[in-house]
């Protein structure tokens, strides 16, 4: 990965290039962005978020092929007022419609110590994990008109930046810069994926081969004991959901909302 911005609030924590601190302040935030675009495969980050009043700030960690119609796969960490818990929003993008947000209430720590924060996305569906947990699936329900990103290669991207305008209580709370700088921590940056290089990749990533594991039937649904933990996980520590917010979209709901996850 190399810094696409802030740079000089980046520095390396290790020997690796995939070891940083991103920093930001009253000048900049910082981000960092990976060497090559991929098509399916396993992204992986070790994160340790910024401690103390972190409010207003997010740090962030998703895939993303650019432009105006981009696909994208979110974590986002909204700070908090200190001794508040941290939100954990997960988002997609389908050529340019967002807007699916599923939010969580970490059940640990997140500034104490590095977590597993890995997004798998294959042909047949998108999980998130955390610590090797999955918390969300989103299927490829493409056969019936439902947008799945399959088509656009994305990059590997991370940044902590100004979000107080909407992170923290929908922007009630901003900012204290006072406590800046707000440094969060990113270790081993993995990835396990089909690197793209051009429009033939995206048949060539999609096929079930062997080299292409991501494709196999292992793969392709959660195991009775991922289910059963993702539905704990869900049911004790998710705050918001899309497909239950029936006001947001005037009980027209994402055509997503009424299809099995998982």
Not at 56 to 85: C, M, R, W
Request: net charge negative; proline share 6%; charged share 20%.
């Amino acid at each position: 990965m190399h810094f696409n911005w802030g740079a000089q609030h980046s520095e390396a924590l290790g020997t690796g290039d995939d070891d940083v601190t991103l920093v930001l302040d009253q000048t900049s935030g910082s981000g960092t962005e990976s060497n090559g675009s991929f098509l399916f495969g396993s992204f992986e980050m070790l994160i340790k978020l910024v401690p103390g009043d972190s409010a207003g700030t997010v740090t962030a960690y998703y895939l993303s092929s650019g432009g105006e119609k981009h696909d994208e796969i979110d974590f986002e960490f909204l700070g908090n007022i200190s001794g508040q818990p941290y939100t954990i929003q997960t988002n997609i993008f389908t050529r340019g419609g967002g807007g699916r947000e599923q939010q969580f209430k970490p059940w640990f720590d997140p500034t104490a110590d590095f977590h597993n924060y890995t997004i798998h996305w294959n042909p047949s569906h998108v999980v998130w994990y955390v610590d090797n947990i999955s918390i969300r699936v989103y299927r490829n329900y493409e056969n019936e008109t439902i947008p799945y990103p399959n088509q656009q290669a994305m990059r590997v991207y991370s940044s902590i930046w100004n979000a107080d305008s909407w992170a923290t209580r929908g922007g009630l709370v901003k900012i204290v810069w006072t406590k800046a700088p707000f440094v969060a921590r990113l270790r081993r940056f993995r990835v396990r994926a089909c690197e793209y290089d051009g429009p033939l990749s995206i048949n060539r990533c999609a096929e079930p081969t062997p080299p292409n594991w991501w494709t196999s039937p292992p793969y392709s649904q959660l195991t009775f004991v991922e289910s059963n933990q993702m539905n704990s996980i869900r049911n004790d520590s998710m705050i918001y959901d899309y497909c239950k917010d029936f006001n947001r979209f005037n009980r027209l709901m994402p055509g997503e909302c009424f299809k099995p996850q998982y």
